[in-house]
């Protein structure tokens, strides 16, 4: 099969069309009040965007009132249940039909919305998502990926999996690495992307046979999925310019990504602390405020947020459970921006076109490698 050119995955779309976002409006820590304030300052930037509410109708309708900008551009789904953090996904999969969780999916599945957003419980949005939008032909596997503020010119590398699963396999990574560098050449711009595997060493040798398995196989993939393979990458590069998308496993994904956060948060601390030390230290504050804004903006995991689900038949943005309004803003918008150019289209024509029995010699024999140094 003839894989997508770059051009045709990449390029614009027709003249603007308004995109409808579902929302889990109950499921963050915030509660409803936050989602309709996010979903306020997002309509603000997006004169296409609409939305279909799913929660407590009463609530949503005083909410979403009180927004101005929110008139005419929100429909509302009633939803008598909540999926809480504390929920089990089994749990949630028996019994959880009735929850906003899953009336927002559903919109998707059936065409109502192209996209949907949830601050709720990572495992039940996986599991619901999962079981009413199916998985992308080929994948095995989905993964959450997300973004990661680097010193490339766009900003941003992209890193996946982040937490949708701690489990990968050899042939799992390799659909990471096509589904990663797709996401990053339809969302950041990058024509041919740099893909890097996460390990304990750049050398060729380090890491278990997972590791090393799964690197023949995404060297073998790359042309078919246009991107570069640069090898092995250590945790000291995921912010670097010398990658555009990092590779790795649900759980050591997730816990980067938490030691990032709580690590930004720190140093934001001590910045505050370290300017109102003295009174020479607010005078610096004060004459370097425009700087110090804009590195705090650069940092702030709120202006990042939003982790996506790769390899559905669907688009689901899953934000962080605490987000502000703000957060949820930056949520919304990349599903917006996700919808506006058809990314799950060029997604599931990029998986299709490359899968582990069209790959070039070697890859069956690095799978078999594999799965011969589990066995042992």
């Known amino acids: 099969m003839t894989a997508p050119s770059d051009k045709a995955e990449g390029a614009a779309t027709r003249g603007p069309r308004r995109i409808t ?3 889990d409006a109950m499921g963050g820590d915030r509660g409803p009040a936050a989602v309709v304030a996010g979903l306020a300052l997002s309509a603000g930037e ?13 609530t949503l309708e005083t909410l979403v009132a009180r927004r101005p900008g929110l008139a005419g551009r929100c429909e509302i789904r009633h939803a008598d249940d909540v999926v809480t953090m504390e929920d ?38 996986m599991v619901l998502s999962m079981m009413r939008l199916r998985k992308l032909e080929g994948v095995n596997r989905p993964a959450i990926a997300c973004y990661w503020p680097s010193r490339n010119p766009q900003g941003f590398n992209v890193m996946l999996d982040v937490g949708a699963d701690v489990r990968a396999d050899a042939t799992d990574l390799l659909q990471y690495a096509l589904m990663g560098a ?7 711009g990058v024509t041919r992307p740099r893909v890097g595997l996460l390990n304990v060493g750049t050398e060729a040798h380090k890491g278990g046979n997972e590791i090393k398995a799964a ?15 640069i090898g092995n990458v250590e945790g000291s590069d995921i912010p670097s310019d010398k990658v555009d998308v990092i590779v790795t496993d649900g759980f050591t994904g997730n816990v980067a990504l938490k030691t990032a956060e709580g690590t930004a948060r720190l140093f934001k601390d001590f910045f505050r602390e370290a300017f109102k030390a003295t009174p020479f230290a607010r005078l610096g504050a004060l004459l370097a405020s425009r700087q ?9 995991p709120r202006h990042v947020n939003g982790g996506v689900f790769l ?16 957060g949820i803003a930056a949520a919304v918008n990349l599903a917006f921006d996700l919808a506006r150019h058809d990314f799950n289209h060029r997604l599931a024509a990029r998986v299709a076109s490359v899968t582990a029995g069209e790959l070039p010699g070697g890859a069956a024999t690095a799978a078999a490698k594999a799965e011969e140094g589990q066995t042992r």
Request: charged residues 15%; negative net charge.
């Open 292 to 300: 110090i804004k804009s590195l705090i903006t650069r940092t702030d």
């Open 21 to 23: 976002v579902s929302v």
């Open 46 to 58: 997006n004169p296409d965007i609409a939305f279909i509410l799913n929660g407590d109708g009463p």
């Open 311 to 326: 390899g559905l038949n669907g688009t689901v943005i899953k934000s962080h459970g605490g987000a502000d309004a703000t």
């Open 215 to 229: 690197a023949e196989l995404i060297t073998a993939a790359q042309e078919a999925g246009q991107f570069s393979f």
């Open 88 to 125: 089990k996904p089994a749990q949630v999969l028996r019994s959880g039909k009735n929850s906003s969780m899953y009336s927002a999916i559903e919109a998707v599945h059936d065409g109502a919305a192209e996209v949907a957003v949830s601050c709720g419980n990572t495992g039940a949005l």
């Open 182 to 188: 797709s996401y990053a050449r339809n969302s950041l």
